[in-house]
């Protein structure tokens, strides 16, 4: 048994180390540019770090909540302004959600194997790995959904009201994470339902545990309830313009519209992928072939057992409390689906459904973990040749997700576009000027473009203007350069009759970047 253990946590470790080199690992290069709603996550930090003015909410770029812009700004404060600073709030959340994956798996189902091999497949996955290496806020939304469901399961078991506080407390801090989450009270709802049928007299049982649960996590959204209370305006989203719900978007047609959402939102794990080359490789699926069939079969089995269980309890009055794991696994998949489908833009979209991410992984192991129940039943060398196979496969899925990221994906021009690359190779050719040298930045009418020279230069400062702007452009000596983000030809001519002395130069870069420079 101690060594089993040993054998046990060892895997977990590793598992672990791996998930973060994954995430980790050339950082400054992979993705190749800071896309700028990162860097407007960076301006925010920065700019909280300097006034002291930590928000819970930051209004700038459609509103965002504010617990990543913090952590990112605790992340700059102590470690400086640099692009691993500025990724590794979704790094090590990222790692975290593994760890957290292994929990709640644990919890679920009680058995090591089966945890171990969702935690490896989400360390493991392409979704996954791609995400935890952008500065996005939703990379805390799997982490918040993994950590309360786990604590949630422990503390029905070992009913300490510990448990529940914790859990509750997660819970509640997961407003202030990213807009999807708001959806996330429907799953408890849910839960609540199945916990009812499945076990006799829960609420006179529990009834303490749930109003310790409910205070904690009222306790840790009591700031952003608040927020929302007193800017009413930052609780509306985007998402209202872009929802299928708004005749403008469904023009008539909402059943049509809905079903098109819909299955667009479910086909994106096996079929047809995001096409948004930041999110996925387009059009391949977000899951490999091999995590894919195992979600499906996975999934028809959960939902399966769900449906059987729960008549079983309404026709034969039996309580079985698998009901709970099945009821959370399909609420939780389906709830976390409802940001993606309910709007009709850029589908299907892998960000949107972030929240779905940890569930996906561990309905997909149940596969793996059904043959290495099945073997017991057979010999010892069987059961050696079964778990030979299944390690084959799962390190056969890890390596082919790691190599799809890090070579084929990471290499193609479109996702040195999508990212701007152009613009963080700029900033960082004018890192390596004198400080005290003027530079100055000719953008575009895109105001969020100068984020990621902004941030990426914060200690070569540059000064930005917009292509009317031009006059404004008064250098204070003779020893200057001028960068233009995009080929702006009017612009560079009125500025090449001004300053005839500097000479205009196209430098390309890698993956199609190109900026201009005059000097």
Known sequence: MKNKKIIAYSTLFLILALGFFLRFYNIDNTPPGVYPDEAVNGQDAIRANETGAYQ????????????????????????????????????IFGT?????????????????????????????????????????????????????????????????????????????????TY????????????????????????????????????ATMFLAAAPMLYTFYAHPEYFESRSDSISILSPTVNQGHLVETFFRSF???????????????????????????????????????????LVSLFIHRLKN?????????????????????????????????????????????IIASLVFGYLLEKSKESSKFYQKIVLSIVITMLLSSGIFNAIKYNYFWAQKEKVGLS??????????????????????????????EKAPVDVLTHAHTASFFYPNELQKLQPTTTDFMIFFTENN???????????????????????????????
Not at 61 to 67: A, K, M
Not at 193 to 200: R, V
Not at 267 to 291: C, E, M
């Open 56 to 91: 819970w909410f930051y209004p700038a770029n459609q509103g965002r909540e504010g617990l990543f812009m913090n952590l990112i700004a605790l992340s700059f404060k102590f470690l400086g302004i640099s692009v691993l600073t500025l990724k590794l709030p979704a790094i």
């Open 96 to 176: 975290l959600t593994i760890f957290g994956t292994y929990l709640l798996t644990k919890e679920l189902f009680q058995k090591e194997n089966l945890a171990l091999i969702a935690s490896f497949l989400y360390a493991t996955s392409f979704w996954a790995i791609n995400f935890s290496r952008i500065a996005f806020r939703a990379n805390l939304l799997p982490c918040i959904l993994v950590f309360t469901f786990y604590f949630m399961f422990r503390a029905i078991r070992t009913k300490k009201f510990r448990d529940f506080a914790w859990g509750g407390f997660i819970f509640g801090a997961g407003i202030h």
């Open 179 to 214: 807009i999807a989450f708001r959806i996330a009270p429907l799953i408890l709802i849910i839960l609540l339902g199945s916990l009812i049928l499945s076990k006799k007299y829960f609420l006179r049982d529990y009834w303490k545990h749930i109003l310790v649960f409910v």
């Open 263 to 305: 299955s667009l939102s479910l086909i994106k794990y096996n079929f047809y992928g995001d096409q948004n080359w930041r999110h996925n490789y387009p059009p391949y699926p977000v899951l490999d072939p091999l995590v894919g069939i195992g979600f499906i079969f996975g999934f028809f089995y959960s939902l399966t057992k």
């Open 317 to 361: 009055k039996e309580r079985d409390t698998d009901l709970n794991i099945h009821a959370l696994l399909m609420a939780w998949f389906f709830v976390m689906l409802i940001p993606e489908f309910m709007t009709a833009e850029s589908l299907p979209h892998a960000l949107r459904s972030i929240g779905t991410l940890p569930a996906v992984m």
């Open 419 to 448: 990212f701007n690359k152009n613009i963080t190779d700029m900033a960082k050719y004018i890192n390596t000027l004198p400080r005290e040298q003027e530079k100055f930045v000719i953008t575009s009418y895109n105001t969020i």
């Open 489 to 519: 030809r009017d612009a560079m001519n009125e500025l090449q009759q001004r300053f005839p002395n500097l000479t205009l130069t196209e430098v390309t870069g890698t993956l199609g970047s190109v900026y201009y420079v005059l000097k």
